[in-house]
């Protein structure tokens, strides 16, 4: 296929229909068909990138392998595809006027006057054009609900798309809510026609409608939406609720809508292998066992802030053939005078996570888990800023370093564990500011990392974006994505070590840790990377998986692990009175 083929879907009625897994669901959809697919989010808001929002406010960073900061959407749409995305794949309207003015100042106008139309949306068109660039479709989803002001400017770039490219290459695909009425007894049409109104008032014509609903449309409902919003019948696609994300694929292909795409689009494709897709719906529909993981964190109110974290464990879940719960856990909560009382929180998990983080708040709280989950044997996961606050534990606790700390929150501590040397600055120029996206690390074999990587790595490679490599002398090499200022202090390295912590994985320099853990102990691993950002249904990272499993021995170890019907009663019982303590 010579030409690429586009596929604009917009959202309407209500914010949070999940646009973005209907996106990546139709770019998992035509995968399977064979297709050579790309995804791009066109975010409306004003910041260059969502790095530095508020998580509170905007959920999860989610970082590329090229180091971009990007909305969570790509997120969905690397799991759900082979797909990795880079800079290229997130434009915000920050971006796009950020280089329209630059242009501006540089007199590349030509003394024109600088408009929205044609500037900026000959500048967003540009953009979609070269994050597509040689691929057979691109998937591109607009942030927002039609009707916002901010979305403008996209909505006519992406209208004038169809003009330029000509209408066999250009396919709007509209998400909407249908929403059942109990008084009435019924499914309502009504928002779903004034949304395609508004879309159709600004020129674009949607040719498929997909309908978010709590159950299938009846052929009449599916025949008024199709009249009144000019579609054919068989282009109203319904996206029921479904338990998992990971049956939207498959809801959607027996609905029709990759072969209506296809169609529509004039592309010849296979028809779609959705074996993988289906061996995950069965598992997620037959598990019958589950363990409990307490995440500790101070996003814990906003669960969208651990998007791909939830994921993963969930992927480490089926990986395991179980079901992950997942118990949030205020670090905070922590803090206070009544810390050991609210350990009980923990009742019913099987492991411990302590997940990225910036900032000092809640810090402590999430030591003191550490703590607990280190003295009692509890499979514990640090990531990130859990890995930084895993080696302050150890610190303070093992090694009698009283006031060790991170340098982020205690400038002037006699202890800084976590810090940033001369020596590293320069790494990956970094300078002052963050490291951020892939670099590569190298683990030795006869650590829990490296056996982790090495007994996953067929499955966690299937997915061709991931990378583990065995080297002559059987060490392994990794690349996993970063997004954290500080580093594990080199000065602390040899009385660590000797006292039974392992550094596990450095980068190639060996001026980084990169993974570390402890020797007597069953699970006690943290990373200095985000493997959350590399893990897939179909490829579970091991990390996770391996964390998973450790949780389900813990379990194993205090009782017989029981069917979910029955878990929540025989679930471990994490009894912290009857267990030491050291904070
Ligand atoms: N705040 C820590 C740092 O910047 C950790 C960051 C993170 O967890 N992503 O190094």
Same mark, same amino acid.
């Given at each position: $296929?010579?030409?690429?083929?586009?596929?604009f879907i917009t959202g309407g009625v209500v914010s949070s229909l999940g646009k973005g897994i209907a996106a990546a669901s139709i770019?998992?959809?035509?995968?399977?068909?064979?297709?050579?697919?790309? $995804?791009?989010?066109?975010?409306?808001?004003?910041?260059?990138?969502?790095?530095?929002?508020?998580?509170?406010?905007?959920g999860?960073?989610?970082?590329?392998?090229?180091?971009?900061?990007?909305?969570?959407d790509?997120?969905h749409?690397?799991?759900?595809?082979?797909?990795?995305?880079?800079?290229?794949?997130?434009?915000?309207?920050?971006?796009?006027?950020? +280089?329209?003015?630059? #242009?501006?100042?540089?007199?590349?106008?030509?003394?024109?006057?600088?408009?929205?139309?044609?500037?900026?949306?000959?500048?967003?068109?540009?953009?979609?054009?070269?994050?597509? &660039?040689?691929?057979?479709?691109?998937?591109?989803e607009i942030g927002g609900t039609v009707g916002d002001?901010?979305s403008?400017?996209?909505l006519?770039?992406?209208?004038?798309?169809?003009?330029?490219?000509?209408?066999?290459?250009?396919?709007y695909v509209h998400l909407t809510l249908v929403p059942f009425i109990k008084t009435a007894d019924e499914l309502k049409t009504k928002p779903t026609q004034h949304s395609v109104k508004e879309l159709r008032a600004i020129?674009i014509e949607p040719s498929i409608i997909i309908c978010r609903a709590d159950r299938v449309l009846p052929q009449d409902i599916r025949a008024k939406i199709a009249l009144f919003c000019n579609v054919e019948a068989d282009a109203v696609i319904t996206a029921k609720d479904e338990e998992s994300i990971?049956d939207v694929p498959l809801a959607l292909?027996e609905e029709g809508l990759?072969?209506k795409?296809?169609?529509?689009?004039?592309?010849?494709?296979?028809?779609?292998?959705?074996?993988?897709?289906?061996?995950?719906? &069965?598992?997620?529909?037959?598990?019958?066992?589950?363990?409990?993981?307490?995440?500790?964190?101070?996003?814990?109110?906003?669960k969208e802030?651990?998007?791909?974290?939830?994921? +993963?464990?969930?992927?480490? *879940?089926?990986?395991?053939?179980?079901?992950?719960?997942?118990?949030?856990? #205020?670090?905070? &909560?922590?803090?206070?005078?009544?810390?050991?009382?609210?350990?009980?929180?923990?009742?019913?998990?099987?492991?411990?996570?302590?997940?990225?983080?910036?900032?000092?708040?809640?810090?402590? *709280?999430?030591?003191?888990?550490?703590?607990?989950?280190?003295?009692?044997?509890?499979?514990?996961? *640090?990531?990130?800023?859990? $890995?930084?606050?895993?080696?302050?534990?150890?610190?303070?606790?093992?090694?009698?370093?009283?006031?060790?700390?991170?340098?982020?929150?205690?400038?002037?501590?006699?202890?800084?564990?976590?810090?940033?040397?001369?020596?590293?600055? &320069?790494?990956?120029? $970094?300078? *002052?500011?963050?490291?951020?996206?892939?670099?590569?690390?190298?683990?030795?074999?006869?650590?829990?990392?490296?056996?982790?990587?090495?007994? #996953?790595?067929?499955?966690?490679?299937?997915?061709?974006? #991931?990378?583990?490599?065995?080297?002559?002398?059987?060490?392994?090499?990794?690349?996993?994505?970063?997004?954290?200022?500080?580093?594990?202090?080199?000065?602390?390295?040899?009385?660590?070590?000797?006292?039974?912590?392992?550094?596990?994985?450095?980068? !190639?320099?060996?001026?980084?840790?990169?993974?570390?853990?402890?020797?007597?102990?069953?699970?006690?691993?943290?990373?200095?990377?985000? !493997?959350?950002?590399?893990?897939?249904?179909?490829?579970?990272?091991?990390?996770?998986?391996?964390?998973?499993?450790?949780?389900?021995?813990?379990?194993?170890?205090?009782?017989?692990?029981?069917?979910?019907?029955?878990?929540?009663?025989?679930? !471990?019982?994490?009894?912290?009175?009857?267990?030491?303590?050291?904070?």
């Amino acid at each position: $296929m010579n030409k690429t083929k586009y596929i604009f879907i917009t959202g309407g009625v209500v914010s949070s229909l999940g646009k973005g897994i209907a996106a990546a669901s139709i770019a998992a959809l035509l995968e399977a068909r064979g297709l050579n697919i790309t $995804m791009q989010k066109l975010d409306p808001y004003i910041n260059v990138d969502p790095g530095t929002m508020n998580p509170f406010q905007h959920g999860e960073v989610f970082v590329t392998d090229d180091g971009a900061e990007t909305d969570l959407d790509l997120g969905h749409y690397e799991r759900f595809t082979s797909i990795s995305l880079t800079k290229k794949n997130n434009l915000t309207s920050g971006q796009v006027y950020d +280089s329209v003015i630059n #242009n501006e100042r540089k007199g590349l106008y030509l003394g024109k006057t600088v408009q929205v139309i044609p500037h900026i949306t000959d500048e967003i068109k540009k953009r979609i054009m070269e994050a597509s &660039d040689g691929k057979d479709v691109a998937i591109i989803e607009i942030g927002g609900t039609v009707g916002d002001i901010e979305s403008l400017p996209f909505l006519e770039a992406i209208r004038q798309f169809q003009l330029d490219k000509g209408r066999e290459n250009v396919l709007y695909v509209h998400l909407t809510l249908v929403p059942f009425i109990k008084t009435a007894d019924e499914l309502k049409t009504k928002p779903t026609q004034h949304s395609v109104k508004e879309l159709r008032a600004i020129g674009i014509e949607p040719s498929i409608i997909i309908c978010r609903a709590d159950r299938v449309l009846p052929q009449d409902i599916r025949a008024k939406i199709a009249l009144f919003c000019n579609v054919e019948a068989d282009a109203v696609i319904t996206a029921k609720d479904e338990e998992s994300i990971y049956d939207v694929p498959l809801a959607l292909h027996e609905e029709g809508l990759d072969s209506k795409i296809i169609g529509y689009l004039n592309i010849w494709a296979k028809s779609p292998d959705l074996s993988e897709w289906e061996k995950i719906s &069965d598992t997620l529909k037959t598990l019958k066992n589950s363990v409990t993981i307490g995440v500790v964190g101070k996003y814990v109110y906003l669960k969208e802030s651990y998007k791909s974290l939830n994921e +993963s464990l969930i992927h480490g *879940g089926i990986a395991n053939n179980l079901t992950v719960n997942i118990k949030y856990i #205020n670090s905070e &909560d922590f803090e206070g005078d009544d810390w050991k009382e609210r350990l009980m929180e923990f009742d019913g998990c099987s492991g411990i996570l302590v997940p990225g983080g910036f900032g000092s708040r809640g810090i402590n *709280g999430m030591i003191k888990a550490i703590n607990y989950a280190r003295i009692n044997n509890i499979p514990y996961f *640090g990531i990130c800023l859990g $890995m930084q606050l895993m080696t302050i534990e150890y610190a303070r606790n093992a090694l009698g370093l009283k006031d060790a700390n991170s340098y982020e929150f205690d400038e002037i501590t006699p202890d800084p564990v976590i810090s940033i040397m001369e020596d590293q600055k &320069d790494i990956g120029n $970094m300078g *002052g500011t963050m490291r951020l996206g892939a670099y590569p690390c190298i683990i030795s074999k006869n650590t829990l990392a490296g056996q982790a990587y090495l007994k #996953n790595s067929k499955k966690y490679l299937i997915n061709k974006k #991931n990378s583990v490599k065995v080297s002559h002398d059987g060490n392994i090499m990794i690349s996993e994505r970063h997004r954290h200022r500080f580093e594990f202090n080199n000065k602390y390295r040899e009385i660590f070590k000797s006292s039974g912590f392992v550094f596990s994985g450095v980068s !190639p320099d060996d001026k980084l840790i990169e993974i570390c853990e402890l020797k007597d102990h069953p699970w006690f691993v943290g990373c200095q990377f985000h !493997p959350e950002f590399k893990s897939s249904p179909l490829s579970p990272h091991p990390l996770f998986k391996e964390f998973i499993s450790a949780a389900v021995k813990y379990f194993n170890g205090s009782g017989a692990l029981k069917t979910k019907s029955k878990k929540q009663k025989n679930a !471990p019982h994490i009894n912290n009175k009857k267990k030491n303590f050291t904070v």
